[in-house]
């Protein structure tokens, strides 16, 4: 399963990438990646004009879209849209960080789980 990320490199500058998380036969209930241990669930409801400037993640943190879309801006300015059903894990803890917005007159419901240092994907 191909998730993207923001992360930030050595000069504290945020980028876009990607992750593959592997999956394996779980049966007749589908395909499983292994258990991953998680900290802390934070429910979140954004305002439809959200429009947030620069600022790192506050934890390293899964992010998974339930209702609404949001642009994320990376420091060399490419910018992507997000929406219901997406997974964005944030690791740009440090430096510059990202900007993120409100898209289409649109309020967000998002759901973060904050992930333990050891957790790598």
């Not at 998380?21 to 802390?40: H, K, N, V």
């Not at 420091?75 to 803890?93: I, K, P």
């Not at 967000?108 to 994907?121: A, D, K, Q």
């Amino acid at each position: 399963m191909l998730i993207s990320r923001i992360y930030n490199d050595d000069e504290g500058k945020s980028h876009f990438g990607e992750v593959d998380i592997p999956l394996q036969d779980g049966g007749p209930i589908g395909l499983l990646s292994e258990r991953f241990d998680a900290g802390t669930v934070i429910f979140r409801e954004t305002p439809a004009d959200y429009d947030f400037k620069w600022h790192p993640a506050p934890a390293r943190q899964l992010l998974f879209i339930i209702k609404g879309r949001a642009e994320f801006k990376v420091s060399n300015g490419e910018r992507r849209v997000f929406g219901a059903g997406d997974v964005l894990l944030l690791e740009d803890t440090e430096g510059e960080g990202h900007c993120s917005r409100a898209m289409y007159n649109e309020v967000r419901h998002s759901i973060f789980v904050t992930l333990p240092e050891h957790v790598s994907f």
